[in-house]
C-alpha cells in the first residue's frame, strides 16, 4: 500500500515537472498507522521561543515551520549568542511536526556557515524518529546530540560542557 502511494505521488510529480516529491510522500508515511503516526497538529501555525536560562539559550519550536519562521528564529538567535555569549542551545523541537526538506537543508546551510559561531554545544529534543532523523541532516556535523523526549538527559548533557562566557567573533 505504501509503495503503490509513493509512487504515485513521483509519478504525479514527475508529470507536473516538479524535482521534490519529499513533501507529499511524508504525507503518505504519516498516514499509515500508530508506528509512523505524528501528524494531527498539521493546521497549528508555527511559533518559536527564544529564551535564556543559566548558561544556555533555550529554542523552542512549535506547530509546523516555515523559511520566514526559522530565519526569525535563528535571527533572535544569533541576538543571544552574540550579545549574551552562550554556546550551549538546546532545542525544543517536541512539539514541531515534521519539516519540508527545504527547511531541513537551510538550517544546515545556516550551521555549515556558522553564524552563530565555532564553538557551540548543541542538545535537541525530539518527539519521534522522523523528526531525530531529520535533526541530524539539519545539523550536519558539528558537536550536538539528539534526545528522545528527555529533556533532564539534554540538560545534563549540556552543563558537562565547560560555560564560556566570552561572546563568538563577529563574522
Not at 45 to 68: C, H, N, Q
Amino acid at each position: 500500500m505504501l509503495i503503490g502511494a509513493l509512487q504515485e505521488v513521483f509519478t504525479r510529480h514527475a508529470a507536473q515537472g516538479k524535482r521534490s516529491f519529499m513533501e507529499d510522500a511524508l504525507k503518505c508515511v504519516d498516514g499509515m498507522g500508530p508506528l509512523l503516526h505524528e501528524r494531527n497538529v498539521n493546521a497549528m501555525k508555527g511559533s518559536f521561543a527564544v529564551e535564556l536560562a543559566g548558561d544556555m539559550a533555550i529554542v523552542r519550536f512549535r506547530g509546523a515551520a516555515t523559511e520566514a519562521l526559522l530565519l526569525e528564529c535563528h535571527e533572535h538567535l544569533l541576538d543571544v549568542v552574540r550579545n549574551a555569549g552562550r554556546q550551549k542551545i538546546l532545542y525544543d523541537a517536541r512539539e514541531m511536526t515534521t519539516p519540508d526538506l527545504d527547511l531541513v537543508f537551510l538550517q544546515r546551510h545556516m550551521v555549515e556557515a556558522r553564524y552563530l559561531g565555532e564553538s557551540l554545544r548543541r542538545a535537541i529534543v525530539v518527539s519521534n524518529t522522523k523528526l531525530a532523523y531529520l535533526a541530524r541532516l539539519a545539523f550536519g556535523e558539528g558537536e550536538y546530540e539528539v534526545f528522545y523526549n528527555d529533556m533532564a538527559s539534554a540538560i545534563q548533557w549540556l552543563e558537562r560542557a565547560p560555560s564560556t562566557s566570552a561572546p563568538p567573533p563577529a563574522h
